[in-house]
């Protein structure tokens, strides 16, 4: 080990450049590509509130394409939108084989929309469009990612799951103060973190068990 790995620390709430910095330093200067991959998905999502370029998640708060006679509003004479009512929203986490994605869809009626949809009168956005629409973070390979911690992971793969779990909380909470978000369910990070920890430990209790068993027998011999 070198001296730099044993002075490296890790704040209690550190931001992803300092998990990033940490890493480097507990692996000798240098971030592994998986580790890597996921940073860098979290990075992207971390910054999709504020990056110029546009996303589903600017898209879906645009309220020029909020369907206005539905939701009462109005543009006044400087081209500043109003309205009365925000669009509904479901919001679902979901973990699929390219990591973990969080989804939206609008409501027409009490019905939830999963296909392209243009001016439609019950629909309380003007047009949706699933492709650009729908998925609005994902964290590629972070299921995987989770499942490499608890086998061979240190305490900088944990920072990063952890922060990841920030992240969306943030972007869901932003989404719940620019929109109406009737409905949020799926399977969380933390949920899947935990569940990756209880098979952990028990598949390490089975090992203990195994070893006293195998104890037991050679003692006999």
Known sequence: MSGTHNKAQLPSNPTLKEINWYK???????????????????????????????????KIIDRRNWNLDLLGGHEDTLGEIHCENKPRIALHQVFTERGFELWAQPYA????????????????????????????????????????????????????????????????????????????????IKELYQL?????????????IAKLMLGENHNKE
């Open 24 to 58: 480097k330093q507990i692996n000798w200067g240098e971030l592994p590509p998986f580790y890597h991959l996921v940073a860098s998905s979290v990075s992207e999502s971390e910054g999709i509130l504020e990056h110029g370029f546009d996303n589903a998640v600017k």
């Open 109 to 188: 009626k009490d019905v939830t929309i999963d296909k392209y949809v243009k001016d439609n009168r019950f629909m309380e956005f003007n047009e949706w469009d699933p492709v650009s629409m729908k998925s609005l973070i994902r964290i590629n390979q972070l299921h995987k990612f989770i499942g490499f911690y608890f086998e061979r992971g240190d305490k900088a793969d944990k920072a990063l799951i952890l922060h990841a779990h920030k992240v969306v909380h943030k972007i869901i909470s932003f989404l719940q103060r620019e929109l109406n978000v009737v409905k949020l369910d799926g399977v969380t």
């Open 196 to 208: 990756c920890e209880r098979d952990s430990r028990a598949c390490s209790d089975e090992v203990d």
